[in-house]
């Protein structure tokens, strides 16, 4: 099923104060065009001037991911982009007044009430995803921090967060799929060490934090005049430390709301790899610098393959005269496949990385009794499994007794068919692999041509069993 990019029908307004700066402004949602991706403008500036939400304009992880442009800022992206995840839009405009996104109560709830009012639509051209194909990892050995992403159909995270205090203990989160961010993970916010939010206040750096936007963790002794000031700075009538170590501004949403959040900080800082990705994901002890730096490597790989598949596009001639690597005999030696199911007569060529294979479409080719009799056309399902036989066998060269072993597909993605083929064309299949051959499975790119013409590509991966 193809998937539709998605915007707003509606435009929407959100106001609040900015976190640190304390500066009373509004942000607004807008519809934008298909594969425009998702930009602000600061509209309180001469010229309205655009920045992109993607990694490469992010200058500052500090306290919060801030985005930036030819000196022109915006910080506190992370909640925002969250929400704008959650919904599965890929090209909207935020316009904003001030240099910080409304803090709200410093959770993305108010951001995913706002969509949802503003009402998601679908727009006529297909969703671009990164696949994650192989194992990313980032490490900090210094700070203990990881972040890996592996291969998955859909979208999940999970979060563990462990700081090594009394009060707040190890604690992990899921997130199965975006579907589940509103009710789940939205309304999850920020927390802080009692000793961090003394530093931010007396350095003057939260000027529009209270206590209805943070959850405060207590891990020390306080004593009643210190608990009196904070009670001053934050006008509340009387502030003290409840039995879980936390200052009774709020009441927890989830035992481990803490996780959740970091939880939530990840998918807003995802966002900037600059597509929605597919791909299983694990996150101990992340933060912006972590987040913003795996985002990199995986907007890396996905860059790189793209470089690979604009390779494969082109189209290599081939001797077709050349005596083969393997005839149709020395094949039948490889794969279990027979006819009239043995859909490729010749592999051309095979490396390390690849493999070309032959197919001669004629007449006489049994599904064309039923198949279009009248205007025979070669059944793209056929052409994916020669191409699948094509690639099993690199994946069986790997193996001393081909014989014994099944090769069985996991999952086929991004096929297209740009050409009909019909009897008298003869096919050249050439695969190149996207990512090592690991545990026996392959994941290779595809493209299939006859003569200078490409007729179908896809992306496949299978894995070799024993019968």
Known sequence: MIEKQKTIKNEVSISGSGLHTGEYGTLTFKAADVNSGIKFYRIDIKGKPEIEAIVENVVDTSRGTTIGKNNVLINTVEH??????????????????????????????????????????????????????????????????????????????EVDIDYGSKVLKKQNAFLNGLDEFEKEIAKCRTFVFLHELEYLLNNNLIKGGDLNNAIVFVNRKVSQLELDRLADLFQKPKVKICDEGILNNLDLHFDNEPARHKLLDVVGDLVLAGKPIKGKIYAKKPGHYSNIEFAKLIKKQHNNN?????????????????????????????????????????????????????????????????????????????????????????????????????????????????????P???????????????????HMKGVASVGETIVME????????KK
């Open 80 to 157: 925002v982009l969250a929400a704008v995840s959650s919904f599965g839009i890929d090209n909207i405009i935020i316009e904003i007044n001030q240099i910080e996104t409304p803090i709200m109560d410093g959770s993305s709830k108010h951001f995913v009430e706002a969509l949802k009012k503003a009402v998601v639509v679908e727009q006529d051209a297909e969703r671009e995803f990164i696949h994650i194909d192989s194992e990313i990892r980032y490490y900090d050995e210094k700070n203990d921090i990881e972040l890996v992403a592996i291969p998955h159909d859909s979208f999940s995270l």
């Open 306 to 422: 793209n470089i690979k598949k604009k390779k494969m596009t082109k189209v290599r001639q081939f001797d077709l005269n050349k005596t083969p690597l393997y005839d149709i005999n020395q094949i039948m030696k490889i794969l279990p496949h027979r006819p009239p199911f043995l859909l490729i007569d010749k592999i051309l060529e095979m490396g390390d990385e690849y493999v070309v294979g032959l197919k001669n479409v004629s007449m006489n080719e049994h599904y064309f009794v039923g198949h279009f009799p009248d205007e025979p056309i070669m059944p793209g399902v056929l052409q994916i499994e020669a191409m699948a036989q094509t690639g099993g066998i690199l994946l069986l060269s790997n193996v001393p007794d081909p014989e014994n072993y099944l090769t069985l597909f996991l999952k086929i993605n991004n096929v297209r068919f740009r050409q009909k083929v019909v």
């Open 424 to 442: 008298g064309d003869t096919i050249i299949f050439e695969l190149k692999l996207i990512s090592p051959i690991r545990r026996g499975i392959c």
């Open 458 to 465: 896809a992306e496949m991966m299978a894995q070799i069993v």
